[in-house]
Nanobody, 116 residues
């Protein structure tokens, strides 16, 4: 079983920055961030593999968001910069325990609101 707890959301102006944190209990293969805006489907944002720190991003956040981890703290971060109104969403971290499974473990979500 993996439990995930997010924090770090809030209200920020366009062009500002926020850092989200996700503390994971239990062994994971990879941890990803997803987001869901009002009236829209949940979308993948970024992922990091626990073993080799390899990362991946959706095109819309490349160059603006950075995913990283602190293994000693079992924490994954999402540093978000140059925020836009369209980044407004509830952000969720999710984990899977191996390369063949789905993201079966989810946090409670944290709201990010970008205002102009």
């Amino acid at each position: 079983q993996v439990q995930l707890v997010e924090s770090g959301g809030g209200l920020v102006q366009t062009g500002g920055s926020l850092r989200l944190s996700c503390v994971a209990s239990g062994r994971t293969f990879s941890v990803a961030w997803f987001r869901q805006a009002p009236g829209k489907e949940r979308e993948f944002v970024a992922v990091i593999n626990w073993s080799d720190d390899s990362t991946g991003y959706v095109d819309s956040v490349k160059g603006r968001f950075t995913i990283s981890k602190d293994s000693a703290k079992n924490t994954v971060y999402l540093q978000m910069s140059s925020l836009k109104a369209e980044d407004t969403a509830v952000y969720y971290c999710a984990a899977r325990r191996n390369a063949y499974s789905q993201y079966n473990y989810w946090g409670q979500g944290t709201q990010v609101t970008v205002s102009s």
